[in-house]
């Protein structure tokens, strides 16, 4: 498969073009907004946590494939996770947009987030393309700033 | 029509033999010829001009305006040169008016700095228009934050036209300046600067316009202009970066304070009391881009041999073709269309961000660029976030649209 095929994959493209639970939830604790001043796009992602746990999440946004896709993507697997495990789960994500050894078994990032975090790796096709990186992980960046409470604009630059 | 072809089977001749002065453009990327399309954000480099940096440094490198020894002498000397090389170019009435910058973005803050902070006051009037880079926007917020002036915003049309009647009414007594581009980098808009420095001036007010695209893409006459300000980069004009200019009326340029302090804008320095140098020299504080101003005379010479009526000619040439081929695609959207352009092409494709566009061409071996191209308020008058955006130089070629509309194609295939 070309490198560009395996970054546009299927599975990408169609969470591109209708991004799964995209809009604001009832119930938000915690929300963050985050912004790639390099190509203007934005996301903002919606938190509902209940005790350490991940009930609920969406989010909002305007970007390429890759960040709308990534964003999609991880709102599906963020429900019931603990915040320490979803933590965890962004580090493993982060090593597989960047780091070719990813997927090697018993790598540092370890088994966070389980037959969930499988759904992820379609987008490790982007490690090939540096500068596409940061629309990949902004989602997940912003993410990690709702948890903390942050309401700071996260800004990949 | 026998007439026709013949011109434009000389001018394809013509740019094959431009293309190959510059060895950039023989690499390849992703094992694929480069396709360059994207000089309106910097200019491929002729063979002449590197040679100009390297001559510079291989054999007459020191510091000018300093030293007595032969070496500075030489390139004290090239660097003056440089500026009348400039002056002829842009038919300044003097060298004396051409101030040597970074770039368009330090000639833009120079104006802004030591005009705009030494002749308006609080309660002033500038005007701009929505055509314009950040870099003719910033600097006139600073001083809006600095001393209080008013900007005001010049409409401009869905195709992007300027529009000269509703500037006109913006223009009041209290306009001091106004700061427009002369050449979009996002949209390829050429507004009516001769129109507009008319009607500025009958109102009391200075032009500064911003050359950075307008001096690559065809003639300009600053005299013939009666425009008070005007700055360009070299980098855009097929010569170095970090080094540019700005032209000044002498008047004018004699009345301003200096914009930075330090050596080579002096006359004498005590701790009580300093003179400062004559113009240019009280502008250009510190050591410069010397190897640039080499560099930038090269360019200069090298575009006035082929002709910039003649760049500007298959410049328009292009930009028709590469028109007429994207209309051809359907789910394109060009973004400005304005009656007098540039040779630029800005637009959109239905359901793909211009960053996907942009890493599929890239594969493709085609370089363009993605984004708001600095100008984000006008981007914000289309309401969208970004364009994809394909630039002509003079070696641009027909085959080199043809490989664009191709590769678009292929961002067809994987999107759709
Ligand atoms: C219209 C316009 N103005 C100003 C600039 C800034 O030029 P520079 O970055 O060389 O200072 C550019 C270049 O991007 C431009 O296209």
């Known amino acids: 498969m070309s490198a560009l095929r395996e970054l546009y994959q299927e599975v990408i493209l169609d969470h ?19 912004h790639n001043p390099l190509c203007g796009d ?62 090697t078994e018993g790598g540092f990032a370890g088994d966070f987030g389980g037959e969930d975090f499988e759904k992820l790796t379609v987008l490790s096709g982007v490690k090939e393309f540096p500068m596409r990186v940061k629309c990949a992980t902004l989602a997940w960046h912003t993410m990690q700033a709702a948890l903390k409470g942050d309401d700071q604009e996260v800004s990949t630059e | 029509m026998n007439a026709i072809s013949a011109v434009s089977e000389n001018t394809a001749f013509n740019v094959a033999r431009w293309r190959a002065d510059f060895p950039l453009l023989a690499e390849q990327v992703y094992d694929k010829p480069l396709v360059f399309l994207d000089s309106a954000a910097s200019a491929q480099k002729p063979q002449s001009v590197i040679d100009a940096v390297s001559y510079c440094y291989e054999h007459e490198y020191a510091n000018i305006h300093r030293g007595v020894y032969w070496l500075s002498q030489k390139s004290t000397e090239a660097y003056e040169q440089a500026r009348v090389k400039v002056q002829g170019f842009i038919n300044a009435a003097s060298e004396r008016e051409i101030v040597f910058t970074k770039g368009t973005t330090e000639a ?32 006139w917020q600073l001083l809006r934050q600095r001393i209080g002036i008013e900007i005001k915003v010049a409409p401009i049309d869905e195709q992007g036209n300027f529009l000269l009647e509703e500037f006109e009414k913006l223009l009041s007594p209290r306009t001091r300046l106004v700061a427009i581009t002369h050449g979009s980098n996002a949209l390829g808009t050429i507004p009516p600067v001769d129109d507009i420095i008319r009607l500025s001036h009958a109102r009391g007010a200075l032009v500064l316009l911003d050359g950075a695209q307008a ?45 930075q302090g330090g050596g080579d804008m002096i006359k004498s320095v005590t701790f009580e009391k300093t003179e400062f140098a004559d113009i240019p020299g009280r502008f250009e504080a510190g050591t410069p881009h010397i190897a640039g101003a080499y560099g930038l005379s090269a360019a ?19 930009l028709s073709y590469a028109t007429a081929r994207l209309q051809e695609i359907n789910s394109l959207r060009l973004i400005g ?21 942009g890493t599929i061409l890239d594969r493709e071996g085609i370089a363009v660029r993605v984004g708001h191209h600095c100008a984000q308020p006008l981007m914000e ?26 590769a678009l194609g292929a961002v067809r295939e994987i999107f759709d």
């Not at chain 2, 500038?126 to 926007?137: C, D, M, R, T, Y």
């Not at chain 2, 008058?381 to 191709?406: E, H, M, P, Q, W």
């Open chain 2, 215 to 259: 001096v690559v893409h065809g003639p300009v006459d600053v005299q013939a202009l009666d425009v008070d300000f005007y700055a360009f980069s070299g980098h855009k004009l097929y010569g170095p970066s970090g080094i540019g200019v700005l032209y000044g009326k002498a008047d004018l340029l004699k009345a301003m304070p200096p914009y």
């Open chain 1, 16 to 34: 591109g073009k209708t991004p799964r639970n995209f809009g604001k939830p009832e119930h938000v604790t915690s929300e963050s907004n985050g």
């Open chain 2, 337 to 357: 269309t304005a009656d007098n352009k540039a040779g630029i092409v800005s637009f959109e494709l239905d359901g793909v961000h211009a960053h996907d566009i």
């Open chain 1, 42 to 103: 934005t996301v903002t992602i919606y938190l509902e946590v209940k005790e350490g746990i991940v009930e609920d999440v969406g989010f909002e946004g305007r970007g390429c494939a890759i960040s709308i896709a990534s964003a999609s993507m991880m709102t599906e697997v963020l429900r019931g996770k603990s915040v320490k495990e979803i933590g965890a789960m962004f580090k493993r994500f982060h090593h597989l947009v960047t780091d070719d050894d990813a997927d």
């Open chain 2, 108 to 139: 833009i803050n120079l104006v802004a700095s030591s005009y705009g902070g030494s002749e308006l006051q609080a309660g002033d009037e500038i005007i701009l228009s929505h055509l314009e880079h950040h870099a003719n926007i910033v600097p």
């Open chain 2, 300 to 318: 200069i010479d090298y575009v006035s041999a082929i002709g910039m009526s003649n760049i500007a000619r298959h410049e328009q040439e292009l």
């Open chain 2, 381 to 406: 008058r289309f309401n969208i976030t970004g364009t994809v955006r394909a630039s002509f130089g003079l070696y641009n070629n027909k085959a080199d649209i043809d490989a664009l509309v191709a």
